[in-house]
């Protein structure tokens, strides 16, 4: 979530302290809770209004789930985030991530990264100078 979006949200939960069963997404014409239904038609048609064919919700959470790991989120964050199986994650979102796609072949071809994790920091150098005790 955008640090500003998460701002203002935590800033409205201050003002409005809702009650834990408080409903979130409510009607603007009616501020009664929105129903699935009603919620579902609004996207789409907020989707035509800008010009994109078919925004229903899950096409928000696909680009959220690519978006974190194009920017180099682990499939088990992302996983976390959206609720779902890392399996799922992988299996739905990793292969639209071409910047993943190439480091992983680019570890499996090259062997790049695999013994820099393996490494040990190197010794402590002894000074030259110094007699031992």
Do not use: W
Not at 13 to 32: D, F, H, I, W, Y
Not at 33 to 47: D, F, K, N, V
Not at 91 to 113: A, N, W
Request: contains cysteine; positive net charge; glycine residues 6%.
């Amino acid at each position: 979530m955008h640090s500003e979006l998460l701002f203002a949200l935590e800033a409205e939960c201050e003002r409005l302290k809702p009650e834990p069963s408080a409903q979130v997404l409510l009607n603007p014409t009616t501020g009664k809770p929105m129903t699935r239904p009603r919620l579902y038609s609004r996207i789409l048609a907020l989707g035509k209004r800008v010009g994109v064919a078919g925004a229903h919700p899950h096409r928000f959470r696909d680009t959220l789930a690519v978006d974190m790991l194009s920017r180099g989120a682990s499939p088990y964050d992302v996983a976390k985030m959206l609720g779902d199986t890392i399996d799922a994650v992988e299996k739905h979102y990793t292969p639209f991530v071409k910047e993943l796609r190439d480091r992983v072949r680019s570890i499996l071809e090259t062997g790049t990264g695999i013994e820099e994790a393996a490494k040990m920091p190197p010794p402590i150098q002894q000074n030259p100078l110094r007699k031992p005790n």
